[in-house]
């Protein structure tokens, strides 16, 4: 078994050989939750606990039916009305999660670094659901799954991802995932939503959908991050639409075969025209839903049975 991680905190650290691991184990889970049993056994025994500092409904149900077909004990805290929201720490809570003998702890987070603070201080495994701009890493595995699924491989694809790149986790993960993988990488998105250096990632840079999209595979939209935006980065939701959202005319200068994604939740007619979206020929955004469950299993599955191991050395 090629997966030698304690926790998932990141795509970044992860070996190209421990991608297509978990990739092969979320295949083997994408056909089980297509049968008429869906269970099984990986997490017998043990506890997963899901702390979601922010809204998520994906993410979350999509956590919580991985660890129940596994066979997990899964509680959900309801951080709106926890502990931190009456002063208490952020270690003060991984000292009291301790106490209860938890062996998965699922964690989103609105700041960066929070999930790998957390991963420091507990005693079992961590996955980062996650943290501010830094990463989702389950999110950038299940689109590279989408993806190896409908192109049959992941390297020598070229994939634009396409919007708010500046305040994405999801881009960062696909990046640094797609890149490991070998494929051809393209941003496109306004000066004002691209980063600073983003040239310097090993990716092209494009302010052009026209430009950015032309022979793509893969088209990857984003959804604005309003949330986390602090300034005026786009001059009007109805001007940004009518440069950098999807539709039949920009989709045109991609590959005759190429597919359409959206982590969700999607803003219909600001990053994507809703016939777009739903187009069953083009639109592969159903079925990332669909194999963010399996992803979820197979990589609580692989950091089970580090844990078990380790916990028996």
């Given at each position: 078994?090629?997966?030698?991680?304690?926790?998932?905190?990141?795509?970044?650290?992860?070996?190209?050989?421990?991608?297509t691991t978990l990739l092969d184990l979320s295949q083997h889970y994408a056909e089980?939750?297509?049968?008429?049993?869906?269970?099984?056994?990986?997490?017998?025994?043990?506890?997963?606990?899901?702390?979601?500092?922010?809204?998520?409904?994906?993410?979350?149900?999509?956590?919580?039916?991985?660890?129940?077909?596994?066979?997990?004990?899964?509680?959900?805290?309801?951080?709106?009305?926890?502990?931190?929201?009456?002063?208490?720490?952020?270690?003060?809570?991984?000292?009291?999660?301790?106490?209860?003998?938890?062996?998965?702890?699922?964690?989103?987070?609105?700041?960066?670094?929070?999930?790998?603070?957390?991963?420091?201080?507990?005693?079992?495994?961590?996955?980062?659901a996650g943290d501010g701009r830094h990463e989702h890493p389950t999110q950038g595995?299940?689109?590279?799954?989408?993806?190896?699924?409908?192109?049959?491989?992941?390297?020598?694809?070229?994939?634009?991802?396409?919007?708010?790149?500046?305040?994405?986790?999801?881009?960062?993960?696909?990046?640094?995932?797609?890149?490991?993988?070998?494929?051809?990488?393209?941003?496109v998105g306004p000066p004002t939503l691209i980063p600073s250096g983003a040239a310097?990632?090993?990716?092209?840079?494009?302010?052009?959908?026209?430009?950015?999209?032309?022979?793509?595979?893969?088209?990857?939209?984003?959804?604005?991050?309003?949330?986390?935006?602090?300034?005026?980065?786009?001059?009007?939701?109805?001007?940004?639409?009518?440069?950098?959202?999807?539709?039949?005319?920009?989709?045109?200068?991609?590959?005759?075969?190429?597919?359409?994604?959206?982590?969700?939740?999607?803003?219909?007619?600001?990053?994507?025209?809703?016939?777009?979206?739903?187009?069953?020929?083009?639109?592969?955004?159903?079925?990332?839903?669909?194999?963010?469950?399996?992803?979820?299993?197979?990589?609580?599955?692989?950091?089970?049975?580090?844990?078990?191991?380790?916990?028996?050395?």
């Amino acid at each position: 078994m090629a997966f030698r991680q304690r926790h998932l905190l990141g795509i970044e650290q992860l070996a190209p050989d421990e991608i297509t691991t978990l990739l092969d184990l979320s295949q083997h889970y994408a056909e089980l939750n297509r049968g008429p049993d869906k269970h099984g056994d990986a997490l017998a025994g043990m506890t997963q606990v899901n702390m979601f500092f922010e809204n998520s409904t994906r993410t979350l149900a999509s956590f919580e039916i991985a660890g129940l077909r596994l066979g997990a004990d899964v509680m959900n805290m309801p951080m709106q009305a926890s502990s931190i929201k009456k002063g208490e720490t952020l270690i003060d809570t991984a000292l009291t999660l301790n106490a209860m003998h938890p062996d998965l702890l699922v964690v989103r987070h609105p700041h960066s670094g929070a999930v790998n603070l957390l991963a420091e201080k507990v005693n079992c495994a961590v996955l980062n659901a996650g943290d501010g701009r830094h990463e989702h890493p389950t999110q950038g595995l299940l689109d590279a799954l989408t993806i190896r699924r409908k192109k049959g491989r992941l390297h020598r694809l070229t994939v634009a991802i396409c919007g708010d790149i500046a305040h994405s986790r999801v881009a960062r993960s696909n990046i640094w995932l797609l890149g490991k993988m070998e494929s051809r990488l393209r941003l496109v998105g306004p000066p004002t939503l691209i980063p600073s250096g983003a040239a310097d990632w090993g990716v092209e840079v494009y302010h052009d959908m026209a430009e950015g999209l032309r022979g793509a595979d893969v088209v990857m939209m984003l959804r604005l991050q309003k949330e986390r935006m602090d300034g005026g980065f786009i001059p009007s939701e109805r001007e940004y639409y009518h440069r950098y959202g999807l539709d039949a005319e920009k989709l045109s200068h991609a590959a005759p075969d190429a597919i359409v994604m959206h982590p969700g939740p999607m803003n219909r007619g600001v990053e994507i025209d809703g016939t777009i979206a739903d187009d069953i020929n083009r639109s592969v955004i159903q079925e990332q839903v669909e194999m963010g469950v399996a992803v979820r299993m197979a990589a609580m599955d692989l950091l089970a049975q580090n844990l078990r191991a380790a916990r028996a050395a």
